[in-house]
């Protein structure tokens, strides 16, 4: 029978829930226990792939293809485990399912209402991904803020599932902000308090609170949350603003947050294996070496829309005792004759649409011809190969996603998609084998004839254009099992110029690099303190 520790949050969105629910599944899997980890989203789209990622945050793409919350993203890395798209419950998805089953006659001759159908639906799919799992826990994330309309029947859900699993075998987490007055250096509960009045007026009582805050909680404001919020004070956690996420987990550690969780789960306490985790934050922290990376694609204040690349960075970075400072570069300042100074490497990213993209292949362009290390994602592929057939086979070509009626377009939308015209989970996605060719750079970084990579994309490099590609002194180095599709893209007299289809940062973890990141900060490195 799995135990559930159901994730709350209060005061304000964006506070890093996601993360310290990701460090209590880490601590709780380094003791040996076997974790599985849910996130719901109370929105009412099917899934994150119609969502714009500039305002919600990078769609994150799962091996089975799933289009989710980024969140599963830091499952997958902090867990080092894969997930499925059912992990993702959104409201969307409940409704529809309900819908359909009403419809089916499922519910023949009832009034379908939220309590109890909607409700037993999402107790259903819980309970359900927690026994398939496997799992001796089962974490779960409820997104938005206490109070929002759209939680209501999940907090609801997870109410009654309390209720019936029982008082050892469910724990409330509730994450909540404690600002600091500037005026005055307090730190303020009356949020945290309100938040856990509203929680308890829909019937939960929080066991325990993580509250975040711009310093570590004082030992006052610890007992003043517990008064307030009928919560022992040894049940308050603080989890200071850190430089990197992945030093949570060891804070939230030294004031015995797992001690306290397997107790109120009624589950033995083991030691933890925090070893690996240890040292992999000391590398960070402690990198002598700095690199600058342009990451060229549409300006954004959302960090958060390129997550898994920044993470991706990290983990490179931490293998080569390296920092990776990224550098902005919005690519419309490109075409505008704003120069590329001062990088030790470049990388286009995964896009879709006009704006911008004749400004990434310049970009391109100019890391082909100085010789400065490169990494193409997807759409960076996609124009990497645009720029070759335009600058060296001297064609006026595109892809026809910008240009329909481009005279050569030697980049085309997938056979498959022809007169595709629902827009969501219609890509071509998830993890898909990849054959790599011997002796290529590729090859040197994978050290496997085969691979799976995950993939979310429309387009295609058109096969008639690959000889010609290739005669020219392109190498294609990795293809699909087809034959027929192109995956990877490198250039032998270039230092680092390597490109895929498919993305490589949605597989990238902690002491686990992705070898297109690696190789690419790898050159980096090389290129600003040579070999
Ligand atoms: N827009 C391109 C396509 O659909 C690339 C997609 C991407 O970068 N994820 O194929």
């Not at 399912?97 to 006659?105: F, H, M, Q, Y």
């Not at 949020?191 to 856990?196: A, N």
């Not at 387009?459 to 002194?473: A, F, Q, R, S, T």
Request: net charge neutral.
């Amino acid at each position: 029978m799995p135990k559930y520790i159901i994730v709350t949050g209060g005061v304000l969105s964006g506070l890093g829930k996601g993360i310290v629910t990701s460090s209590i599944a880490l601590l709780l899997k380094s003791r040996g226990y076997k974790i599985t980890a849910i996130k719901i989203d109370p929105y009412l789209n099917c899934d994150a792939g119609t969502m714009n990622p500039f305002q919600h945050g990078e769609v994150f793409v799962l091996e089975d293809g799933g289009e989710v919350d980024l969140d599963l993203g830091n499952y997958e890395r902090f867990l080092d485990i894969n997930l499925s798209r059912d992990n993702n419950i959104t409201t969307g998805r409940v409704y529809k399912n309900v819908i359909e089953k009403e419809r089916r006659g499922d519910y023949l001759g009832k009034t379908v209402q939220i309590v109890p159908h909607i409700t037993d639906e999402i107790k259903g799919w819980i309970r359900r991904i927690a026994e398939e799992s496997g799992a001796d826990i089962c974490v779960v994330e409820i997104g938005g803020t206490v109070g929002d309309i759209e939680s209501m029947p999940f907090l609801e859900a997870v109410r009654q599932l309390h209720l019936e699993e029982g008082e050892e075998n469910v724990v409330f987490v509730h994450t909540t902000l404690v600002p600091i007055l500037k005026v005055v250096g307090e730190q303020k509960t009356k949020p945290t308090q309100h938040s856990v009045k509203e929680l308890r007026a829909i019937g939960i009582s929080p066991d325990m609170i993580v509250a975040r805050s711009p310093e570590p909680l004082k030992k006052e404001t610890k007992e003043k949350i517990s008064l307030f919020c009928n919560v022992p004070v040894n049940a308050v956690f603080s989890s200071p603003d850190v430089e990197c996420i992945y030093e949570v987990p060891l804070i939230l550690e030294r004031q015995g947050i797992s001690k306290y969780i397997l107790q109120s789960l009624s589950l033995e306490y083991k030691e933890a294996d925090l070893k690996k985790w240890e040292n992999f934050v000391n590398r960070i922290k402690g990198a002598k070496k700095v690199v600058n990376v342009a990451m060229v694609g549409k300006y954004t204040a959302l960090g958060d829309s390129y997550i898994s690349i920044l993470e991706a960075f990290r983990h490179a970075g931490a293998e080569l005792d390296t920092k990776v400072n990224v550098v902005w570069i919005e690519a419309e300042e490109i075409e505008e004759g704003k120069k590329i100074e001062g990088v030790d490497a470049i990388l286009v990213p995964g896009g879709f649409g006009e704006r911008g993209a004749e400004g990434k292949i310049m970009a391109i362009e100019h890391a082909r011809k100085n010789k400065i290390p490169f990494l193409g994602i997807c759409f960076g592929f996609q124009l990497a190969v645009v720029e070759y057939g335009r600058n060296v086979l001297g064609l006026d070509c595109h892809s026809t996603e910008i240009k329909p009626d481009t005279k050569h377009p030697i980049i085309m939308i997938l056979p498959e998609q022809y007169g595709v015209k629902q827009l969501g989970g219609t890509m071509r996605l998830g993890a898909q084998p990849i054959t790599i060719k011997e002796g290529t750079l590729a090859y040197s970084l994978y050290r496997k004839k085969k691979i799976y990579e995950r993939h979310r994309h429309r387009y295609e490099v058109n096969p008639e254009y690959i000889d010609m590609l290739e005669k020219h002194g392109l190498v294609f180095s990795g293809i699909a099992e087809d034959k027929i599709r192109m995956e990877i893209l490198e250039l032998p007299d270039h230092p680092y110029f390597i490109a895929s289809q498919f993305h490589p940062e949605f597989k990238s973890r902690p002491l686990k690099p992705a070898p297109l990141f690696y190789g690419f900060i790898k050159a980096a490195v090389e290129k600003k303190y040579g070999v």
